[in-house]
């Protein structure tokens, strides 16, 4: 069982520490899809799951009870999936970008490609652009305003190993592995700049961005927190520690979801981001790798264990006894 810091209650004028165990049901586990699942993004009724050298779609309107809709091969594995709209764009490593159109989810097809990159390991749309991550050479740029025919625009070559990409406003943010966390101008996507540097401790593995703060998952060195207020100059202002290997992260609100890929799934709070803590944790039976969230759902690819579906944790601490954010009014009591 996993506690929060110790709270006191009082019997007159004597203060007893408690340790108050978190709910046990947070995130909740309530489906499971059984195929190998890698990668994971996820649209409203859908999921698009990475395998090997294909995509499964599979339909999650019941997430109690989700089904495999259809499939679709290439000749590299798919290592990030993006959707948007009727269309799924995939980091496909040596096949480069792939297209799918998946208006019909029974039959995903691909419409269109390109091969520039040498291994594609990550992928971001935003409007009419795709921004790749080619992990031996740095940040491309599609224009995919016609999704049958994307084509190359702008790339910037970058240090370490370009890992993942998240777009927000005019910057794209990238994993870099050792080189940390890079920040780049993207206001004019045919020419992308460097803007920002911050070297991680660890090996950035995948980051994703909510407001003034990055928060990194950084392989040894657990989750970092890294404002962004000014892209320039990004600085760390708070870390969780994990005991293996951070290898994903998602967030809305006030909760970060990070992989693990010794310790399965855990929910960081991180609504004060200069010191994050625990809000949930979930040891997984297979080998987790990526997570993603939509809607009130998490959906964490575990191998082949599958794909499996996690109700949110709330947004707020909930206590075994029902009490909230740790109200304890009505444990205290004066002794005569």
């Given amino acids: 069982m996993r506690f929060v810091p110790a709270q006191a209650v009082f019997f007159g004028m004597i203060v007893f520490p408690l340790g108050i165990a978190l709910a046990q049901d947070c995130p909740e586990l309530v489906g499971v899809e059984p195929s190998r699942s890698d990668f994971v993004t996820a649209s409203g009724d859908y999921a698009y799951v990475g395998v090997e050298i294909g ?3 599979v339909d999650v309107s019941d997430p109690a009870a989700p089904q495999a809709m259809g499939y679709t091969t290439f000749s590299d594995g798919v290592y990030h999936l993006a959707a948007a709209g009727n269309y799924v764009y995939l980091a496909a490593g040596s096949a480069g970008l792939r297209v799918v159109d998946v208006s ?5 097809v691909e419409v269109g490609f390109d091969d520039t990159a040498l291994a594609a390991t990550g992928v971001a749309v935003a ?12 940040l491309r740029v599609l224009n995919i305003s016609t999704p049958s025919a994307p084509v190359q625009v702008g790339f910037l070559q970058l240090p370490g190993s370009t890992f993942k990409v998240v777009i927000s406003g005019d910057y794209a943010y990238v994993a870099a592995d050792s080189a940390g966390l890079r920040v780049i101008n993207i206001s004019v996507p045919t020419l992308p700049v460097l803007a920002g540097v911050y070297d991680t401790p660890g090996f950035a593995q995948d980051v994703a961005v909510v407001g003034e703060h990055a928060f990194v998952a950084d392989g040894s060195a657990g989750l ?13 202002v708070g870390f969780f520690e994990t005991p293996g290997t951070a290898a994903s992260v998602d967030i ?24 994050p803590t625990e809000a949930g944790y979930y040891d997984t039976p297979g080998s987790t790798r990526q997570v993603a969230l939509d809607g009130g759902y998490a ?8 794909l ?13 006894d029902g009490f909230e954010n740790g109200d304890t009014s009505a444990w ?3 002794l005569p």
């Fill in 55 to 57: 995509m499964r779609v």
């Fill in 104 to 108: 019909n989810p029974g039959s995903p």
């Fill in 127 to 138: 409007g009419d652009y795709a921004f790749l991550a080619d992990v031996d050479d740095g």
């Fill in 224 to 236: 970092r927190v890294v404002n962004i207020q000014n892209p320039n100059s990004p600085v760390e």
């Fill in 252 to 275: 809305v609100g006030i909760n970060a979801y990070l992989i693990d890929l010794v310790e399965s799934l855990w929910v960081v709070n991180v609504a004060d981001p200069t010191s």
């Fill in 299 to 306: 959906y964490v690819t575990d191998g082949f264990s599958g």
């Fill in 308 to 320: 499996e579906i996690f109700l949110r944790c709330p947004e707020s601490v909930v206590f075994v």
């Fill in 332 to 334: 205290s009591m004066t």
